[in-house]
């Protein structure tokens, strides 16, 4: 098999053009701004071409191994993008601009209407459809994680997706869907109107839900779908109120015209802050769709039922992070230095609070889960809650007049995203080399010994109980696994730390110094950074350490080419841009409070100074129970409980073996007592707000739904189907006059000639 | 009248016509003969006659020559739409932007028809083996030599009327252009003459249409006891110092718009379209849609916005036009819905499309809209009908390669098109979907930009403070309703649009034999619907809007 990969390298051959495409434009003289529509059109112009060339060439012996099924064509396209979104972030970069905005494409040029009388005039009062490209340092640092990200996990994909057999023949749809979904994603991220930004928004929606439901023969993933797609539903209708009550404040969703002046409305009446607080937690509502936060959240476990890689594109790694992205660009609608409005503290600690709340759950339902990726996806829950208690408290902050602690929180926060997509995605797709690995040692187990399939019915490729002890035969994997989980976790200068460090402190900066209800969510904060540091090393531990607790994990073998580039590229990101960044004060950069990241941000002292020794006593005791209940209490209650030494024999990689040593030097502790408690009982049935909604649903909409079903069936269909028959009727009728004799149409001529004479002489007499 | 040599650069395009039709007639005969010259033996080639050469016989020639003539006259026309400088010939032409713009679109349309012809009516050499029996015989026929040259001599004697009749500035010389476009158009409908249907829809065609044609004759001859001259600028003149409508201009102009409403196939003088359009072969009958479509409505806005237009005082004919326009519409698009046959569903959209330009002449003459917003109605219907030369002739490309194989009088002979032949289907469905207007392709956008001028003419009229629609739509201008009228009609008329679109891809096809590959009308056809796409969005269609917007500022 190793030689085989290894002339897979070849297969790679395309991506060399379609790198190349970017720079040649470049050179051609295409402003950098304008790239991003390369960025968008590759994807786009690609989607179509792997969904028909996969349907006529479906099976085709070149198709298959050559073009692996659309993966190398998908991959081209995002190489595209992926160049010309560094290109634009490098740019940016260099610029030190505020925010770049380009030459908009006009598809209706309504100034070919706009007449003042006397001559045609460009009239920008006039709503143009048109779509420009935006950057600013919250776009820029986006577009590169979307960017980057797609197209590793479509280069995972290729590996993943193409070596099962149950997706033999059906891969070009998963590619076409998947960079159909990149496309939707980049255009979010570069859009420059609300309007935009929402319509790319429900195009991710889509891909979403044909993703989850790849596999829609499975009932659960068919489900799982649905539910994703109709409670993301949810929020997007709150979206869509918010953006017209925006829409009716400014006349406009064009950020060019709302973040001009936010404190004046149209016809620069004064925006009052009762009328956009209101459209703002509209808008926050939609987020919470989408970027599953609590009540929204019960879809995204659910969607796990998708292929891996969707998983950790699309449920960790972008999409969910749009709702946080547009958190984020309220933040010029509350900066009352900058004409911001005044009077909008509720909305950032209802955000907070939201966070605050969520982080705690997700994490504490992580604690019961067995499904390795349920795991993540409870875990991703909780970091993007982190993300907007930060976001919130950087809201709250920022309206209440203390401008420099809200930048700094909201760096931190962006910064999180940032670290948390790489951590995941990189997570996600490690947990999918296991999976992948689980399954097809199983598979071959299976093939061997036909005769012993009992124990085969309940085999779970994804289940941890099944595995453990991988170590020593995925030595790629489980470094990949351990750093991810680190930078989660926020083991002290590593990833996560940085950015979650900045979240806690300054949220309880907020709450000891200026308003006392965000304590709630300060507290939970740090509860949660002690869970996470127990359930992410749980998750570990359970994996890779102690002896394979089914024969599928002894069998397992090395990884293939596909799988580990990317996992290798991602540890290495992990281990070093955390640490990196924050010594070149990205945050300040983020947040907007410097415009350029240059070699003179580039301070190592004051970085540690910031993280280890804050000005106020009561921040540093927060930030030292934080790194202690983290990095110390959670592991090691992890490691008591689910480590353990690899079986005789058995060598691990040095980068792990000591952690896996570690776990089996503690002495073991039994908690079957407390697994069996009510209490983990109802979190393993993610505190029964499945069966809440189910209940809810079948008293409310239910009936309202088969009430909407008669009405639809009665009255509408009625309706139509009166307009039905009496259009063919009358259809019937005109046509009769056709009679075919040429004597009546001379009659009809001469009527018509009568009528035009009557109604010339009646209209001037 | 002798023209000067400058005079004969100015008519480059209808010069070439001219020359391809001198060609289609001379190429055809000459031959090997050769004559004595008296007293002698020595005999001279004098190539007129005998026997004809291998390459002046074969059938194949006419349509080559004419295909290539009238693409020629329609390069040409492009050329001269922003280098006309409004040359005035022999007192009845001017050489202007708009004039080269209309001729462009007809020559368009008619080199689209010819090379479509060249496969509808095919040409081959017929040997005695070819002919089988009476039958055969008949079909034999049309593939002679000699009426392929009639084909295409008609075709170009159609191209040089209307391209003239976009030229002229005097009414006379414009009823002998329209007239001499007409006559040929007649015999091109019922060219297929063997045919029992064929025979009847031209002469059907032809009464009805004389009997419009001597309408307007007569409306021409009042119009001129009423002022003195046919002259454009003197009648526009006349009819600006008007204080009251004189009866004598009125009832001139209201008989010509039953001349030229014969020609666009404005109700109720459409009656005889659909029979002729289905009576006739796809071609031809595409280019009655299209290019004779252009040239009534040419006609009809030279007298009615050239000469009629309204003035403070009078504004006669709008009122009449705009009921006229929506019975149009309305007409059209029911019609349409039962029509089993594809070419009389097309005729019947193709009557609605009228309705629509018509509603927007009708703003146009109503004397409210402002200078800028006339010129907004203008370009409305000047793009509407260039892109027609597009979609609905392309959707008559379609039917031809239906018909090549013995089908296309029933709707249901593009049952499973999908299946047989996929990229025609897609055309096809891009053409309906532009006939309906579907954005973002071209269709969308003539019809948006007529919706845009009909609504800017009446902005100012309704009552902003009404508390309701229905009390603000009382206090509109009635023109505002003619913009509904569109719309409303838009809607109805997506029901058999789409029905095509149904039809190609979720039924079974009749036969699975490959559909015929004839790899020019293909390409055609192609060519056509990437164009329908191009020419909705992106910077074509601006390109094309501005070439308009030139045309439209030197009418």
Redesign the interface.
């Known amino acids: 098999m190793g030689e085989q990969q290894n002339q897979e390298w070849n297969l790679l051959f395309p991506l060399i053009p379609a790198i190349a495409i970017v720079p040649i434009l470049a050179i051609a003289g295409i402003e950098p701004i304008d790239l991003g529509f390369a960025a968008i059109a590759a994807p786009l112009a690609m989607f179509p071409v792997v969904l028909i060339v996969g349907q006529l060439w479906n099976g085709n012996e070149t198709w298959v191994s050559r073009f692996k099924e659309g993966g190398v064509l998908a991959l081209s396209a995002l190489s595209v993008s992926l160049v010309a979104g560094l290109w634009m972030v490098l740019d940016f970069l260099g610029a030190g601009e505020k925010k770049a905005h380009g030459d908009p494409l006009t598809?209706?040029?309504f100034d070919?209407?706009g007449?003042?009388?006397?001559?045609?005039t460009i009239d920008t009062g006039f709503t143009n459809i048109s779509f420009g490209i935006w950057l600013d340092p919250i776009s820029a640092m986006l577009l590169f994680v979307a960017t980057f990200l797609c197209f590793l996990i479509c280069w995972f994909a290729i590996g993943y997706m193409t070596t099962d057999d149950i997706n033999s023949n059906r891969n070009h749809r998963f590619f076409a869907e998947f960079i159909l979904f990149s496309m939707g994603m980049f255009g979010m991220v570069l859009a420059d109107s609300f309007l935009w930004l929402f319509i790319f928004w429900e195009i991710m929606g889509l891909c979403s839900y044909l993703l989850i439901g790849f596999y829609y023969w499975k009932e659960s993933a068919a489900a799982a779908a649905k539910k994703a797609f109709m409670t993301t539903r949810v929020g997007d209708v709150f979206l869509m109120v918010g953006l017209l009550m925006l829409y009716d404040i400014y006349g406009s969703l064009d950020f060019s015209v709302v973040f001009d002046n936010p404190s004046t409305g149209v016809g620069d009446a004064p925006v009052k802050a009762s009328e956009l607080q209101p459209a703002l937690l509209m808008l926050f509502i939609g987020c919470v769709g989408k970027s599953a936060q609590f009540p929204l959240h019960v879809w995204l476990p659910d969607a796990m039922e998708g292929p891996t890689p969707v998983s950790a594109l699309i449920h960790a790694a972008t999409m969910v992070n749009a709702g946080l992205y547009l958190v984020a660009r309220m933040v010029p609608f509350v900066d009352v230095g900058y004409y911001g409005v005044a009077g909008m503290e509720d909305l950032g600690i209802i955000i907070a609070w939201i966070g605050g709340v969520t982080a705690f759950m997700a994490a504490s339902i992580a604690f019961v889960q067995n499904d390795i990726k349920k795991v993540l996806a409870y875990s991703t829950m909780s970091q993007l809650a982190y993300i907007f208690l930060g976001l919130g408290s950087a809201l709250y902050l920022i309206s209440t007049g203390h401008r420099y602690e809200g930048l700094f929180v909201l760096g931190g926060a962006l910064f999180h995203l940032f670290n948390h997509a790489m951590a995941k995605g990189m997570l996600f797709m490690a947990s999918g080399s296991v999976i992948h690995e689980m399954h097809h040692a199983h598979h071959e187990l299976h093939h061997h010994q036909e005769h012993d399939d009992h124990h085969d019915e309940h085999f779970d490729a994804q289940d941890m109980r099944y595995m453990g002890g991988l170590a020593s035969k995925m030595p790629v994997t489980s470094i990949a696994m351990m750093l991810g989980s680190m930078s989660i976790i926020g083991i002290p200068l590593i990833g996560g730390f940085w950015s979650k460090e900045a979240i806690i402190a300054e949220t309880w900066l907020g709450a000891l110094e200026y308003e006392p209800l965000l304590l709630g969510p300060a507290i939970l904060a740090v509860m949660t950074a002690g869970m996470t540091g127990f359930y992410m090393s749980r998750m570990w531990m359970m994996t890779f350490a102690g002896e394979p607790k089914h024969e599928a994990a002894s069998h397992v073998h090395e990884e293939t080419l596909w799988i580990k580039t990317p996992l290798i590229t991602l540890s290495v990101v992990t281990a070093t841009t955390g640490a990196l960044l924050a010594f070149f004060h990205i945050g300040e950069f983020l947040s907007g409070k410097d415009y350029s990241l240059g070699l003179d941000d580039f301070e190592v002292a004051r970085a540690l100074q910031i993280a280890f020794l804050p000005e106020k006593q009561a921040l540093m005791a927060v930030g030292y129970i934080t790194i202690v209940l983290s990095t110390f209490v959670g592991p090691i209650i992890a490691m008591k409980v689910h480590g353990g030494r690899l079986s005789e024999g058995q060598e691990a990689n040095a980068a792990v073996s000591w952690l896996v040593g570690l776990s089996g030097s503690f002495k073991k502790i039994d908690v079957s007592g407390m697994a069996s408690s009510s209490l983990s009982e109802s979190l393993r049935n993610r505190l029964h707000f499945d069966d809440l909604y189910a209940w809810g649903i079948s008293k409310t909409i239910v009936p309202m739904a088969k009430f909407s079903a008669w009405f639809d069936a009665n009255v509408i269909d009625g309706i139509v189907k009166l307009v039905e028959r009496t259009?063919?009727q009358?259809?019937?009728w005109?046509?009769s006059?056709?009679t075919?004799s040429?004597r009546?149409?001379?009659l009809?001529?001469a009527?018509?000639?009568l009528?035009?004479?009557v109604?010339?002489?009646g209209?001037?007499v | 009248m002798i023209l000067t040599s400058s005079e004969a650069i100015a008519l480059a395009p209808e010069m070439t016509i001219l020359f391809g039709i001198t060609l289609a007639i001379l190429v055809p005969n000459l031959g090997d003969a050769r004559a004595r010259i008296p007293l002698t033996n020595i005999k001279v080639p004098i190539l007129w006659g005998g026997t004809r050469f291998e390459i002046t016989s074969d059938p194949r020639a006419p349509g080559a020559l004419s295909t290539i003539c009238l693409a020629v006259a329609c390069l040409l026309s492009l050329y001269a739409i922003e280098s006309s400088e409004g040359k005035t010939i022999s007192g009845v032409m001017e050489i202007t932007g708009f004039g080269r713009f209309m001729s462009m679109v007809f020559t368009a349309a008619l080199a689209i028809t010819a090379a479509a012809s060249i496969y509808r009516i095919p040409s081959k050499k017929i040997t005695a083996a070819d002919v089988k029996d009476a039958d055969d015989q008949v079909t034999q026929s049309l593939m002679d030599n000699r009426r392929q040259v009639d084909l295409h001599i008609l075709l170009m004697m159609v191209a040089l009327g209307m391209s003239l009749m976009a030229l002229s500035t005097n009414l006379f010389f414009l009823i002998v252009c329209l007239e001499l476009a007409s006559m040929a158009s007649y015999v091109l409908v019922g060219f297929h003459k063997e045919s029992s249907i064929g025979g009847e829809a031209g002469t059907k065609y032809f009464i009805v249409g004389s009997i419009a044609s001597a309408t307007g004759i007569y409306g021409m001859s009042l119009l001129y006891l009423w002022a003195g001259s046919l002259d454009f600028a003197i009648l526009s003149a006349t009819w600006g110092q008007m204080d009251t409508l004189d009866p004598l201009a009125g009832i001139g102009v209201g008989l010509m718009m039953v001349a030229f409403g014969f020609k666009v196939s404005a109700a109720p003088f459409h009656l005889a379209a659909p029979d002729a359009y289905s009576g006739t072969n796809a071609p031809i009958a595409g280019m009655l849609a299209t290019a004779s479509k252009a040239m009534g409505f040419v006609a009809m806005m030279r007298v009615l916005v050239g000469i009629a237009a309204p003035n403070e005082a009078v504004t006669a004919w709008a009122p009449a036009l705009g009921i006229l326009a929506v019975i149009t519409m309305t007409w059209g698009n029911l019609a349409a819905l039962s029509s089993e046959n594809p070419k009389r569903m097309l005729a019947y959209s193709s009557v609605a499309h009228a309705g629509y330009m018509l509603a927007a002449l009708a703003a146009l003459g109503s004397g409210l809209a402002d200078s800028g917003t006339q010129e907004l109605l203008q370009i409305a219907i000047v793009f509407h009908l260039a892109v027609l030369v597009l979609f609905k002739m392309g959707a008559f490309l379609v039917l031809t390669l239906v018909e090549m194989e013995g089908g296309g009088s029933s709707i249901s002979d593009l049952n499973g098109l999908a299946r047989r032949d996929p990229i025609l289907a897609i055309c096809m469905f891009v053409f309906m979907l532009s006939l309906a207007g579907i954005p973002p392709l071209s269709g969308f956008l003539s019809k948006f930009l007529m919706i845009n001028g009909l609504v800017t003419t009446t902005t100012d009229t309704g009552a902003i403070t009404a508390a309701s629609a229905m009390s603000w739509l009382q206090s509109v201008d009635p023109y505002f309703l003619l913009a509904l009228a569109i719309v409303l009609n838009s809607a109805l008329s997506l029901f058999y649009y789409l029905r095509i679109g149904l039809l190609m891809f979720f039924e079974e096809p009749a036969m699975d034999s490959p559909v015929p590959r004839a790899p020019l009308l293909r390409a055609v056809i192609l060519a056509s619907m990437v164009l329908t796409v191009l020419l909705g969005i992106g910077p074509a269609s601006e390109q094309l809007l501005s070439l308009v917007e030139t045309a439209i500022s030197t009418f």
């Open positions: 598809w209706l040029d070919v209407l007449h003042d009388g006397t001559q045609w259009s063919i009358g259809s019937h005109i046509r006059y056709t075919g040429t009546d149409y001379i009809m001529a009527v018509g000639a009528s035009i004479f109604l010339i002489v209209v001037t």
